[in-house]
C-alpha cells in the first residue's frame, strides 16, 4: 500500500520570502504521479503542481516548483515570492500508475502554511 | 464543464436518519473518489469507481455508510443511520486518469 508522509503539521513565511513544504511517500510501483493540492479557508481542493514520475525535470508552475527525488523518494514543494493568497493547507498526494484499472489517489495529513504580512 | 458537482454543500441531521451525499463528476472522467475530511484524520479515502465499478471500498467505516455510481455521471454516498462521530467534510472527485483529479466544493455534514 502507499502512504504519503508529510512531517511539518504547520510552517509560517513572510510575505514576500521562499517556503518549502516536505513530502516523502512510500511505494513499490515505478509508474506513479505525485501532486500538491492547496485548500485555503474556503475548503475548496485546488491543484498546485503535478509530477509524473518517469520525468527527471522537476514540474514547475509559476512561483510553484517542486524538488522531485524519486530515489529518495522525497516530492518537495518550494513558493517563491509569498503572498497573502498562499495561505492554505497543502496536501501531498500520490496517483499509482498500474495501467490497470486501480489510480486510487492517496493524499498526506496536510501542512497548514501561514503567510505573513 | 461546470466541474465536479455535488450536493447539498451542507445538510444538517438528527442522529438515526438516513442521509444521502449526492455527486456529479466532470464528462468524461472515469473514475470518482469520495472522501471524508475532519480535523483528527485529515482526508480520508472512503471509496474509488473506476468505469462505474468500486475498485477499492477498504476505507469505507462500516456498514452503515453505502456508496453507489450507477451510472458515469451520478454517485451517491449513503450513510443509515447516521451518527454524531460521522460529522465532517465529504469531498467528491473525479479523473480522468492518469491525469489529475478534481474536486467539489465538498458537502459539509452535521449529525445532531
Known amino acids: 500500500a502507499q502512504t504519503v508522509t508529510q512531517s511539518q503539521p504547520e510552517m509560517s513565511v513572510q510575505e514576500a520570502e521562499t517556503v518549502t513544504l516536505s513530502c516523502t511517500y512510500d511505494t513499490s510501483e515505478s509508474n506513479y504521479y505525485l501532486f500538491w493540492y492547496k485548500q485555503p479557508p474556503s475548503r475548496q481542493m485546488i491543484l498546485v503542481i503535478r509530477?509524473?514520475?518517469?520525468?527527471?525535470q522537476n514540474a514547475t508552475e509559476n512561483r510553484f516548483s517542486v524538488n522531485f527525488q524519486k530515489a529518495a523518494k522525497s516530492f518537495s514543494l518550494k513558493i517563491s515570492d509569498s503572498q497573502l493568497g498562499d495561505t492554505a493547507m497543502y496536501f501531498c498526494?500520490?496517483?499509482?500508475?498500474?495501467?490497470?484499472?486501480?489510480?486510487?489517489?492517496?493524499f498526506g495529513k496536510g501542512t497548514l502554511l501561514t503567510v505573513n504580512p | 464543464d461546470a466541474g465536479v458537482i455535488q450536493s447539498p454543500r451542507h445538510e444538517v441531521t438528527e442522529m438515526g436518519q438516513e442521509v444521502t451525499l449526492r455527486c456529479k463528476p466532470i464528462s468524461g472522467h472515469n473514475s470518482l473518489f469520495w472522501y471524508r475530511q475532519t480535523m483528527m484524520r485529515g482526508l480520508e479515502l472512503l471509496i474509488y469507481f473506476n468505469n462505474n465499478v468500486p475498485i477499492d471500498d477498504s476505507g469505507m467505516p462500516e456498514d452503515r455508510f453505502s456508496a453507489k455510481m450507477p451510472n458515469a455521471s451520478f454517485s451517491t454516498l449513503k450513510i443509515q443511520p447516521s451518527e454524531p462521530r460521522d460529522s465532517a467534510v465529504y469531498f467528491c472527485a473525479s479523473s480522468f486518469p492518469p491525469s489529475l483529479a478534481f474536486f467539489g466544493q465538498g458537502t459539509r455534514l452535521t449529525v445532531v
Open positions: 509530477q509524473e514520475a518517469y520525468k527527471q
Open positions: 498526494a500520490f496517483m499509482r500508475d498500474s495501467g490497470g484499472s486501480n489510480y486510487k489517489l492517496t
